[in-house]
């Protein structure tokens, strides 16, 4: 097949997957950065893993839409979600009605297989690339920081950006968790986000709703505080290589995405049901300072595991982090972190 003829779209993924594999090129098509698909759609790279997609029906769509996968490399259900919606898209069996940007966020990663290389690409957004010194996953997130603003900004067929954004960022977990599939959804002081939102993440079967007001250095907080998108990340399940992801316990969220890109709303289930997800907000982050930091937590604790009033959780030096509300669960604990980054996030109902 000719670059002229190749599709972009079905090849996303294995572009990446297969690049500098025998001398091959990731950025098929030689300079040329754009085209448009046999389906239809434009497309446009903007690096390595970025496609900004318009509909063959340039008057569709309501949204600025931002769909990323593989931030961690080794968080492979999410890219294959993706790249099968790509897929159907280029295919015909899914027409796409909204503007979306997919990012595969760290190529490298995705291709060793990991979670990251040099540093977590997660806590690198809203500036925090700044302060690192430089390296591949500072220079990604710079890149991708770019390329958001650039699309959130840009006008399209000489008409203003569409105001709807929103941001899908998809994970899966490292550890289990007593909500299987759950969101983290980042507010700010001039973005809250609305109750049609998170009821829109339960439609996607997501059973778990994790609010919070404080400031972030992840992908969806940048989204949210410097676009006021609708922005969310979802943790969908459990960390499995390529090919070993059961993909049917993702359907929720697939087809929910898949009616929205198509024009339709995320919200409308086709069984028609009406789901509601437990809604917490968080109390507190565990914050590892120095290299003394102990954190009293099992290292298979699943993610929202509750603790007691009075339980001591965390030790730094003197400090020490102490269970105040009646029930606190713990979120994402990591002793490992670098100082100055969470080891723990902690909640209580919303």
């Given amino acids: 097949m000719t670059d002229a003829n190749r599709s972009a779209l079905r090849h996303w993924l294995s572009d990446v997957r297969d690049a500098n594999r025998n001398g091959h090129d990731s950025n098929h098509g030689g300079d040329t950065a754009q085209g448009i698909d046999a389906c239809g759609v434009r497309w ?135 909500f299987q599939r759950f969101a983290v959804v980042p507010n700010t002081a001039e973005t809250t986000q609305s109750d049609a939102w998170i009821d829109t993440l339960a439609a996607a079967d997501i059973e778990a709703v994790m609010l919070t007001d404080q400031p972030s250095v992840t992908f969806s907080y940048f989204t949210c505080a410097r676009f006021g998108a609708e922005s969310c990340t979802l943790e969908l399940g459990k960390v499995e290589p390529f090919g070993q992801n059961r993909l049917e316990d993702f359907a929720g969220i697939d087809a929910a995405l898949r009616r929205w890109l198509s024009g339709g709303e995320m919200a409308a289930r086709d069984d028609g049901e009406i789901k509601r997800a437990e809604r917490f907000r968080v109390a507190a982050e565990i914050v590892r300072r120095t290299n003394a930091f102990v954190l009293d937590v099992p290292a298979d604790t699943p993610n929202f595991t509750p603790y007691t009033a009075g339980t001591v959780l965390a030790r730094d030096g003197e400090n020490t982090y102490t269970v105040s509300h009646p029930v606190e669960r713990i979120v994402f604990p990591n002793p490992n972190v670098a100082n100055g980054l969470r080891a723990g996030v902690m909640v209580v109902p919303a």
């Fill in 44 to 178: 446009k790279r903007h690096a390595e893993g970025v496609l900004e997609l318009t509909p063959a029906d340039t008057n569709a769509g309501r949204f600025d839409a931002v769909l990323s996968c593989g931030i961690h490399g080794d968080e492979t259900a999410p890219i294959e979600i993706v790249d099968g919606i790509l897929r159907d898209i280029a295919d015909g069996k899914l027409t796409l009605r909204e503007r979306v940007l997919v990012i595969l966020g760290n190529p490298d990663a995705v291709r060793a297989g990991k979670r990251y290389l040099d540093y977590d690409l997660n806590r690198l957004f809203q500036g925090a690339h700044a302060k690192r010194a430089e390296s591949p996953a500072v220079q990604r997130a710079r890149e991708l920081e770019v390329i958001v603003a650039q699309y959130f900004d840009a006008d399209v067929d000489g008409k203003p950006a569409r105001r709807l954004r929103r941001h899908v960022d998809m994970h899966t977990a490292i550890r289990p968790s007593l």
